[in-house]
Nanobody
Framework: QVQLVESGGGLVQAGGSLRLSCAAS????????MGWFRQAPGKQRELVAR???????DYADSVEGRFTISRDNAKNTVYLQMNNLELEDTAVYYC?????????WGQGTQVTVSS
């Protein structure tokens, strides 16, 4: 059974930092792209960042330079380091993997940025 379990969300003041983790199990995802999406209330889910199996990264313009995605294939885990958080970053953050072994989503973790 495939599972993606996010952790690390919470409440943080604007300008602060959080680090999200997503541990995947049930398959070996080293050849899959792994990434993070987010969905704010009343808005569509959007890509935040993703990394393919070769280490190529892709970021949303709104987070470029503030967020960093990384992955540890030995642990089947992807991370999202979020620095200089802004009020507009408040959302539920979802881990996602896609590729040869299929597409899967995590259950989401809430990130709330306060002023």
């Amino acid at each position: 059974q495939v599972q993606l379990v996010e952790s690390g969300g919470g409440l943080v003041q604007a300008g602060g930092s959080l680090r999200l983790s997503c541990a995947a199990s049930g398959r070996n995802f080293r050849f899959n792209t792994m990434g993070w999406f987010r969905q704010a209330p009343g808005k569509q889910r959007e890509l935040v960042a993703r990394m393919d199996s070769n280490g190529y990264t892709d970021y949303a313009d709104s987070v470029e330079g503030r967020f960093t995605i990384s992955r540890d294939n030995a642990k089947n885990t992807v991370y999202l380091q979020m620095n200089n958080l802004e009020l507009e970053d408040t959302a539920v953050y979802y881990c996602q993997t896609s590729g040869l072994v299929g597409q899967y989503w995590g259950q989401g973790t809430q990130v709330t940025v306060s002023s």
